[in-house]
């Protein structure tokens, strides 16, 4: 029977480039990649080669085609009768996150894609399991927490190591890598108020010598390339046979949880009653097994790390082009002390403003998976039956014209504000079902408030003191996605000193290839 499995899993492998040719040939699949026209679909394979046209950009493509349908809803058909919805409807978000939540966990499909990486951590679980890892966690969110948090581990991190290794960028007129600076920051961080664990990956010095967030960069990828894969049998072929990338996920992931062993076993010898961080929380708990620990911090450093240095990377290009974005926010800063603390950055509206700008046209989370549990219809009248994926895209509803108008494509922070009688901007929050960015309904984000302290902290204590400038004046980021989204090939910059608070290098002539 093995062997049966394994000769048609080759077969699939040797037969499936043909198919594609085949029909890539004849029926003439989308070849424009602005194409906004509705995917074709035949019989068996549905619209399986538009969408592989489409592979590198398929949240510009999905933006493309929900947007043609009156309820922003699209069922996508693909091989072998697998159907798949993707929508950008807020009452349907909001029937998916809130209220019919039960029907729609996480699921087995996407559950299994993840095991190996994520095993049962919080983002790869449903139930009981679920609830259990959220309230425990939700004690590291408190206000205390944050406030100990932005003293002892944001401020610490940003003059100590964030701010010296801009300022010898800048004093040397060299080019520099801002995604990956921020990726380090971001994961120092998280390792460090999560774990009480300091992995130094950001250093003046920027060498990749951290074996351990480097495996953890590799799984991200490779794991979320198992999720495109149109035919899983691919990858599950390439596991059994310890080949490609599959192999690297393996060296990958076994580097990640032997690191993440050694950071446990340490704690539980550490541990006292005044421990703290998220994972004294845990091992005081003699029940919970080790191998599950590990699931649980391999979670928290993938939400911590990826998502607040996406939003950062994207919402320094749209300042270094938007110049008049940029002297609001530097009016802001100039208000607060000359190092800012819990209390400034919380009450800075703008910035948070323009933060939440950013991540509505480029959300770190581009779109989300759910596996239904039971047949269903959607408030919109899309039939969904048990066992289908139904996904909701954050990326796409930022770009829809009956959302936000129809400068929607437009960086535009002002649309999250409005001025009072004395002139001053007070913030003015979107419903969540319309700004999914950081979830809704019982599975919002526990992080959302830290992680915009985080943001703000980092663009106060950056901006005041240096410009971004992108060391290609046609540079255009090209958006990508793993698990959480990316700048392909990073976001090459030169760092300016100020000399003033208040000054701002021109940048009209960057504002024009500012695409959205």
Not at 36 to 61: E, V
Not at 221 to 248: D, T
Request: glycine content about 4%.
């Amino acid at each position: 029977m093995a062997e049966l499995e394994l000769f048609l899993s080759w077969f699939l492998l040797i037969l499936l480039p043909a198919i594609t040719l085949t029909f890539f040939f004849f029926f003439n699949t989308s070849k424009s990649s602005s194409s906004s026209k509705l995917p074709k679909s035949y019989p068996l394979i549905g619209s399986s080669f538009t969408f592989l046209a489409n592979f590198h950009r398929h949240n510009q493509w999905a933006t493309e085609v929900i947007s043609i349908y009156p309820t922003n809803t699209h069922v996508l058909h693909l091989f072998g009768g697998f159907r798949i919805v993707i929508t950008a409807n807020p009452e349907n978000v909001k029937h998916i996150l809130k209220d019919n939540f039960s029907n729609y966990p996480k699921g087995v499909a996407l559950g299994n894609i993840l095991r190996d990486f994520l095993g049962n951590g919080i983002f790869n679980t449903d139930g009981a399991n679920w609830k259990f890892q959220r309230q425990i966690s939700s004690h590291e969110f408190n206000t205390k927490s944050l406030r100990k948090f932005i003293a002892d581990v944001v401020k610490t991190e940003i003059f100590d190591r964030l701010v010296p290794v801009l300022s010898m960028t800048g004093e040397k007129s060299s080019e520099i890598d801002l995604q990956d600076i921020l990726q380090r920051f971001a994961f120092d961080n998280i390792c460090k108020i999560s774990f009480g664990y300091d992995p130094s990956y950001l250093s003046l010095a920027l060498e990749k010598s951290t074996e351990f967030a480097i495996a953890f960069e590799d799984a991200t990828r490779i794991s979320s390339e198992r999720i495109s894969h149109m035919i899983h049998l691919v990858w599950k072929i390439k596991r059994f046979l310890n080949i490609g990338s599959e192999k690297r996920l393996g060296q990958a992931i076994a580097t990640i949880r032997e690191s993440a062993r050694t950071i446990i076993r340490q704690k539980k010898q550490e541990l006292n009653e005044e421990a703290t961080d998220l994972l004294s929380r845990f091992v005081k708990d003699d029940n919970l097994e080790e191998d599950f620990v590990i699931d649980i911090v391999i979670s928290f450093i993938l939400a911590g790390q990826d998502t607040t240095s996406a939003a950062l990377t994207w919402f320094f290009w749209l300042v270094s082009c938007h110049p008049q974005v940029e002297k609001e926010i530097l009016k802001e800063i100039n208000q607060t002390a000359h190092e800012a603390g819990y209390d400034d950055v919380k009450d800075m509206v703008y910035i948070h403003a323009a933060l939440c700008e950013s991540m509505r046209l480029y959300p770190p989370v581009p779109i989300d998976s759910k596996e239904a549990a039971s047949d269903d219809v959607l408030p919109d009248g899309t039939v969904v039956k048990k066992g289908m994926r139904v996904s909701y895209s954050p990326y796409a509803m930022g770009r829809m014209e009956n959302l936000w108008g129809t400068d929607c494509n437009e960086f535009r922070p002002e649309r999250w504000l409005e001025r009072d009688n004395a002139d001053k901007f007070s913030f003015v929050a979107k419903d969540s079902y319309v700004y999914p960015v950081f979830q809704a309904g019982p599975r919002i984000c526990l992080g959302k408030e830290m992680a915009f302290l985080q943001m703000k902290m980092v663009a106060v204590e950056v901006l005041r003191r240096f410009q971004v400038v992108p060391v290609a004046n046609d540079f255009e980021p090209i958006f990508v996605s793993y698990l959480t989204s990316k700048m392909k090939g990073g976001f090459p910059v030169k760092i300016a000193k100020r000399t003033t608070h208040n000054s701002v290098v021109s940048g009209d002539f960057r504002l024009a290839i500012c695409q959205h």
